[in-house]
């Protein structure tokens, strides 16, 4: 009788044990719907400039001309002074820290639902030897479960399917923006624009070669210009490729908006290279080696516009 | 494989289960296995660097034990420099050479010894100190030599601890690779929670506080004194999470196994003075260097000029064995320097107590004494974390002017400050309320329940995922 009350003791806290376990178990799974559940709609409805950009970018353009690439674009391209020249409707798409992968998704989303007048894509030759856009990728999370060609590349991360089980794994990292979109009323962002101030200082201006040993690598930001190009033409868009200005431009820049030169060439694309920034602007307009302040980029805008609008393409 | 990968997930559940499955005689060979496999997953052929000093001080463990007399010592001091070399050929070389160059061109001479291109194998100094410490105790008759070269491999690789400690001693860990561990539900329970904690501090804390700190040290002319004074202070808590972190989930899966390995860390922000910072602070190391180095060379039991000496050496070395950089030795040294002026104005710093009568105010006393501490300690960090000597010097001098205006990234700023409150919090209870490994400490079962869920959710929220790696994994 003894060793069966010992037995009875021993299971019922193993039992015990185990009941706490599948408790704990179920409240991670509970806690991770709920809170997964308030972050997309949270989400959804939050104003932050981040996230509405971006939704916007993918889901809700309807421009006649649109402009994609990274910071670049976003600072240099005032889609206001291009509209009124060009008497289109303009947004800017750029993304900062983006680089043409990401533009590659935003106009592949575009184009499946209707088709753009004119794309500007703006490249920065910085960006074209970056190896970690899937990683970058990752401020698209949200639309993990609803977006195809998003899911596509984000697999290419290491356990994202494992990671995207839970709910509120695609709102990681974006808790202030969903938080602070919800309390702050959007202010118009000038059609996706995002005026820089302030002037460079051009005796501490340090540059670096991104390029070793001025070798051009099959560099796989290549590979989504030249997947960019062909989607463009399959679909009829008239597709610009534009190197916007640089205050000095360093020698990899120099090769490797050459190499995009030669991929323009070869696909027969428009391509307008102002990367040469002497012909076009003093360091008045830079707010860094590779950023144009306000003044410049309303000094640009208008010599794009005007030589997007003519049949004569003006370039260095 | 890091520890906070899914890589590790896999192998430590693969492991823990097999090793609980199999016969307690079989488990010693599983364990050895699954350390190569980890060792291994960095880079492969560096298992031979490992294997080389193990046969090395395995073999000068048993003729250590036969042997008597000047043949002892100079079988200690082969193991030893066996271990150095290693050392110094892995982290040091390129930084000797570099300053060989700089002397020599410094008197119009040109260095032509090349520079060696290769990467420094992970957990080289942690594993080193472990050997090291085994051939000394056995050469000072505290610990038997190891017969079994497998167990012996093992108490230098054992995975939970090989590349970042805590550094163990032999009479610790040795014997517990012949206890029989049975699967104790409780226990497993413990080291669960230790993991889950090390993860949290680790990728919501120290992770999130290393993009400030980051994007500040590393575009230092960016930035001027009052950013750097918000960036070191974030340094100090991000270095703290990214190291107990890891030694949290060492040791936390060494209790899964049935292992009990030492504290490396008790709430070193909490300190009233740098001696007991270093106390509590890498406690492992810090002990290594105290009963290895400091009493060899005879401790506080000395004239005072080599007591103070002695102090300094011990600590600039300590510097060294972090990096093989000046940055390194002079946050070293600075240590060593604030330890000598603690004794030196003992007595001054004992008046000026008197003076202020704070002997009646404990708390106040205790809270000026931790911040004193603390700001010391942060000044000491600048040199640790900056890229080169010249920018801490230029960060210093930014921050004795406090000029510019603060770097405001609100996400990383707000995430940053919160994790902080949230982590002295816990670390507050800890000190004063229950003295735990454990952030809670609570009978009430339920309570902890809906604790470490809430840790997990927070991680799925705002914890950092990119796998990033361990700071001291690059020592």
């Not at chain 1, 899937?134 to 639309?143: G, N, R, T, V, W």
């Not at chain 1, 820089?196 to 070793?212: F, K, M, P, R, V």
């Not at chain 2, 010097?393 to 000029?403: C, D, G, M, Q, V």
Request: glycine share 6%.
């Amino acid at each position: 009788m003894a060793a069966n009350l010992f037995i009875f003791n021993f299971k019922s806290v193993i039992v015990n044990k185990l009941m706490r376990i599948c408790l704990f178990v179920l409240l991670v799974i509970l806690s991770d719907n709920i809170f997964g559940l308030l972050l997309k709609t949270a989400y959804k409805n939050s104003q932050n400039s981040l996230i509405s950009e971006i939704h916007y970018s993918l889901m809700e353009t309807h421009e006649d001309i649109l402009i994609f690439g990274s910071s670049r674009a976003q600072h240099h391209y005032v889609s206001d002074s291009i509209s009124k020249i060009t008497g289109c409707s303009v947004y800017n798409c750029g993304a900062g820290g983006q680089g043409l992968l990401f533009s590659l998704i935003q106009i592949s989303n575009t184009l499946d639902r209707y088709v753009p007048k004119r794309i500007i894509l703006d490249v920065s030759p910085n960006i074209l030897t970056d190896q970690n856009s899937y990683q970058k990728l990752k401020i698209l999370d949200p639309y993990y479960s609803s977006d195809t060609l998003i899911r596509k590349y984000l697999n290419n991360l290491p356990f994202e399917r494992l990671k995207n089980i839970s709910k509120i794994y695609p709102y990681n990292s974006l808790l202030y923006e969903i938080v602070t979109g919800n309390f702050i009323i959007r202010t118009n962002k000038s059609h996706g624009y995002i005026p820089i101030y302030g002037q460079i200082n051009t005796n501490s201006l340090l540059l670096a070669d991104s390029l070793e040993n001025s070798n051009i690598s099959p560099y796989p930001q290549f590979d989504y210009l030249k997947e960019i190009i062909d989607l463009c033409k399959s679909n009829e868009v008239d597709l610009f490729i534009i190197i916007s200005p640089i205050y000095k431009r360093t020698f990899s820049d120099i090769m490797l908006i050459k190499e995009v030169n030669k991929i323009a060439q070869n696909r027969n694309v428009h391509f307008l290279d102002f990367s040469n920034s002497s012909l076009v602007l003093d360091y008045k307009c830079f707010k860094d080696n590779i950023h144009l302040n306000s003044h410049g980029a309303n000094i640009f805008s208008k010599i794009i516009a005007n030589s997007i609008n003519s049949d004569h393409i003006l370039s260095n | 494989m890091l520890f906070n990968s899914f890589h590790f997930v896999f192998f430590f559940i693969v492991t823990t289960t097999f090793y609980f499955v199999i016969p307690h005689k079989f488990r010693w060979v599983l364990l050895l296995g699954a350390s190569c496999y980890f060792y291994m997953f960095f880079i492969p052929v560096y298992i031979l660097i490992l294997g080389f000093t193990i046969v090395i001080d395995y073999f000068a463990g048993i003729w250590l034990e036969k042997t008597h007399g000047t043949n002892k010592k100079w079988f200690l001091i082969a193991s030893i420099i066996a271990n150095l070399s290693v050392l110094a050929v892995f982290k040091y070389y390129n930084f000797l050479n570099e300053n060989l160059s700089s002397l020599l061109n410094a008197i119009g001479y040109v260095n032509h010894i090349p520079q060696l291109g290769i990467i420094l194998p992970i957990g080289l100094s942690f594993h080193t100190f472990q050997a090291m410490s085994y051939t000394i105790e056995v050469y000072r008759g505290n610990q038997r030599s190891e017969k079994n070269f497998g167990i012996y491999a093992l108490y230098v690789m054992f995975y939970p601890q090989l590349v970042a400690g805590p550094i163990e001693r032999p009479q610790n860990l040795l014997h517990q690779f012949y206890e029989k561990h049975t699967f104790e539900f409780g226990r497993v329970i413990e080291g669960l929670k230790l993991m889950l904690w090390g993860l949290f501090i680790k990728l919501v804390i120290a992770d999130r506080l290393a993009i400030y700190v980051n994007a500040v040290y590393n575009n230092t002319s960016q930035h001027g004194g009052k950013t750097f004074i918000v960036a070191t202070i974030f340094f100090a808590f991000q270095i703290y999470c990214d190291f107990a972190g890891y030694s949290n989930i060492a040791i936390g899966a060494a209790k899964i196994l049935g292992f009990n390995l030492m504290t490396n860390f008790n709430r070193p922000y909490f300190s009233t003075s740098i001696s007991e910072f270093w106390k509590r602070w890498h406690i492992s190391l810090s002990s290594w260097f105290r009963d290895y180095m400091y009493i060899s060379l005879g401790g506080n039991r000395v004239s005072i000029p080599r007591w103070y000496f002695n102090l300094f050496i011990v600590f600039m070395i300590s510097g060294l064995w972090h990096g093989a950089n000046w940055t390194f030795i002079i946050w070293g040294a600075l240590n060593g320097f604030y330890l000598i002026l603690a004794i030196i104005f003992d007595k001054w710093k004992r008046n000026v107590n008197f003076f202020l009568r704070l002997e009646t105010c404990p708390k106040l006393n205790r809270a000026i004494q931790i911040v004193l501490t603390f700001i010391l300690v942060c000044f000491a960090w600048i040199f640790f974390r900056a890229n080169s000597l010249n920018e801490a010097l230029y960060i210093t001098k930014s921050i004795i002017s406090f000029n510019g205006t603060l770097f405001i990234d609100y996400p990383s700023f707000l995430y940053g400050l919160g994790s902080i409150l949230f982590l002295l919090y816990f670390e507050y209870r800890r000190e004063y309320v229950s003295d735990s490994k454990l952030p809670i400490h609570t009978k009430k079962w339920m309570e902890e329940v809906l604790f470490y869920s809430m840790l997990i959710i927070i991680i799925l929220m705002v914890g950092v995922f990119d796998g990033s790696q361990f700071i001291y994994f690059q020592f």
